[in-house]
């Protein structure tokens, strides 16, 4: 007979139960006798299961509802780990309360009522149930209590931003319209109530006491409806593990370690949804040489794409390594923007071979638009669902707004969910892409975005037929796992490594990133991926380009230095006989559109624009604000020494 104590006093408890004669194991908690992280025995216990036989479980009476309840939870779970393994029957040894219904252990017993009355406690043992026993009264704290503890027996069942969930493939004919994923896509989709409710009637016997001539029986009831909406709206659930998010792949976690194993990890919060047949073989001690071939091979993909510099190529290795290495580092990624100077060139292959390395699949794509309210009300099911990587296809036009740019700096989203007054308040961790034709960026999102930019010769670039891998998808999908093991090695030797810090040009918002992926790129010796955005913040942002142009103006029509009013700026737009007056004029118009008035622009708007520009520096030169009292606000160019 095996028999198991708690923690508190547990070798004492333990030899105590050894001394009447039974064979004891003594384990240091309710919850020690299972692998981390999983549900199965630790090695020697499970030795002893394998006996077969009849187990005895014997944890000590606890007088706080919330800990008996953890306590029975930890039981059947147990049971059920010990049925799986070979134990034939298991028992629960149940103890009455000590004194003034305090705590009573093995120890205690023994000492209170001697070991014939212990022995006597062990032949009453009754079995093990899967299910928790739940009597319905007028006190439906308890009640609710006890039907929510069972929850943590429930297979698939988690909790996210506020709400219950289970993972589903993806049906694509439930498509939105702002999202389109490819079929059989893991997803994460909040429970339905009528669902929990099926759940815990797999959970939990329901029972009322009725009074009869011999006293009290138990009656079979149903679950009540009040109970499944409680539990269901409650927003946290002690019982239930929490969701991080799901990956298709192994992932690199924040100790350095790869989560290699299926299912959920209880460290992590990570649940790992991964074919059978992807052979990825990852060395526990690869070294840098290791990884420096690893990045050979992955360059070998993407080697007939005409990257405008080495930065760029650099760049596509770090937007496959950040997903990989997404939940091992704090705060947001970058966009990557796979930007082309022609149609054909071959972003969306790019993209695709990325996406297909590490998740097998292609990308989950999520149109652009600049309308905020649209924009936003797209975001939210991407984070309640959990999508890994998303791709904004085809950008045109102006790109940026401020829900775009909160969107790429936070690690946490909060927001209304659509269609209730229900809220999501829960991680984002989505890595972004996008694709497009040399993409204008406005406002502050060109600081968030790290370009990869295809430039070809070829005036019709698609005709290009002189290829290294004809096929590339075919090829990238017949050798995913080669691939994949790569990525993961060049960050797995960079943490062996105990990743040595390569002193790069500091990146606002995205430390955690740089510290991990672009360090681990430039480590392998690529260029700095960083690197490729000074072209960016030069040429892709009209704002950028504007304000460089009202600095050269404001200095050229203020001889004096003392500065210009708004209305001075708008009263010499009117002189269009002089080009540099015109090249300011058009500064004007693409920084504060037109809203009439006779006006190139409103003089309010031109003055709160002013007012967010200021003290940004372009070509050296900054705009600074001189209050003065008699002739109102002005504006004047100061040069950086």
């Not at 059920?80 to 309360?97: D, M, N, T």
């Not at 498509?175 to 815990?200: D, F, H, N, W, Y």
């Not at 229900?422 to 892409?433: A, D, E, S």
């Amino acid at each position: 007979m095996l028999r198991m104590s708690r923690k508190e006093q547990g070798e004492k408890k333990t030899l105590a139960v050894a001394q009447t004669g039974l064979l004891a194991v003594g384990i240091g908690g309710v919850f020690c006798w299972k692998v981390k992280g999983s549900e199965e025995l630790i090695p020697e216990l499970l030795a002893l299961a394998r006996l077969g036989g009849v187990c005895h479980i014997g944890f000590d009476y606890e007088p706080k509802p919330e800990t008996q309840r953890k306590v029975a939870g930890a039981l059947r779970r147990l049971a059920r780990a010990l049925r799986k393994a070979g134990v034939k029957e298991v028992l629960a040894v149940e103890k009455p309360p000590g004194p003034d219904g305090c705590k009573m252990g093995d120890d205690d017993f023994l000492a209170a009522f001697g070991p014939d009355a212990f022995r006597e406690l062990v032949e009453k043992a009754r079995p093990v149930l899967d299910r928790a026993l739940v009597v319905l009264g007028t006190d439906e704290f308890r009640v609710n209590a006890e039907a929510e503890a069972a929850l943590e027996n429930a297979e698939g069942l988690y909790q996210r931003g506020g709400h219950l969930a289970h993972v589903v493939q993806h049906d694509p004919s439930s498509e939105k319209a702002l999202v389109r994923r490819p079929s059989t896509a893991p997803i994460v989709r909040a429970l339905p109530q009528a669902l929990l409710r099926e759940e815990l009637t797999k959970l939990v016997d329901c029972v009322r006491l009725v009074k009869v001539k011999e006293g009290v029986e138990h009656r079979p009831a149903s679950l009540p409806g009040h109970v499944v909406a409680t539990i269901h709206c409650r927003g946290a659930w002690e019982n239930v593990p929490h969701l991080e998010g799901v990956v298709t792949h192994p992932a690199l976690l924040a100790d350095g370690s790869l989560l290699r194993e299926p299912g959920y990890d209880e460290k992590s919060g990570l649940l790992l949804w991964m074919p059978d047949d992807l052979g990825v073989e990852v060395s526990d001690q690869p070294t840098r040489d290791d990884a420096v071939s690893a990045m050979t091979l992955l360059g070998d993909v993407v080697t007939d794409f005409p990257f405008k510099a080495e930065c760029h190529k650099a760049a596509w290795l770090a937007s496959v390594l950040t997903p990989l290495a997404r939940y091992a580092f704090q705060g947001p990624s970058p966009l990557i923007l796979l930007d082309g100077n022609a149609a054909g060139v071959g972003k969306g292959l790019l993209a695709d071979v990325g996406f297909l390395i590490v998740t097998g699949r292609e990308a989950s794509v999520m149109s652009y638009t600049n309308d905020k309210e649209e924009l936003r009300k797209a975001i939210t099911p991407l984070a309640m669902e959990g999508d890994e990587m998303v791709l904004l296809d085809n950008l045109s036009g102006f790109v940026g707004n401020a829900v775009l740019d909160r969107a790429l700096t936070a690690s946490w989203w909060k927001d209304r969910i659509l269609g209730g007054n229900n809220q999501f308040n829960g991680p984002l961790n989505v890595t972004w892409y996008a694709t497009g034709n040399n993409v204008y960026l406005i406002g502050d999102t060109p600081r968030r975005v790290m370009p990869i930019r295809l430039e070809s010769p070829l005036e019709c670039p698609e005709d290009r037929g002189d290829f290294k891998y004809p096929d590339l998808r075919k090829h990238v999908r017949n050798n995913r796992g080669e691939l994949l093991s790569a990525a993961l090695t060049i960050l797995r030797a960079y943490c062996v490594a105990d990743r040595p810090d390569q002193q790069l040009t500091p990146w606002g918002s995205f430390e955690g990133w740089t510290s991990l992926v672009r360090n681990a790129v430039v480590w392998c010796g690529l260029d700095d991926p960083g690197d490729a955005r000074k072209e960016l913040r030069r040429d892709s942002s009209p704002e950028s380009i504007a304000l460089a142009g009202l600095l050269k103006g404001i200095a050229y029509l203020d001889t004096n230095g003392a500065g210009l009013t708004v209305n001075d700026m708008l009263l010499y737009c009117h002189n269009e006989s002089d080009p540099d007056i015109l090249a300011f004029r058009e500064a004007l118009f693409v920084l504060c559109p037109t809203e009439g008035r006779g006006q190139i622009v409103n003089a309010r708007s031109l003055g709160m624009k002013l007012h967010h520009l200021r003290g940004r520096v372009i070509g050296g030169m900054m705009l600074e604000r001189v209050d003065a009292v008699s002739a109102g606000v002005r504006w004047r160019v100061v040069t950086q020494q």
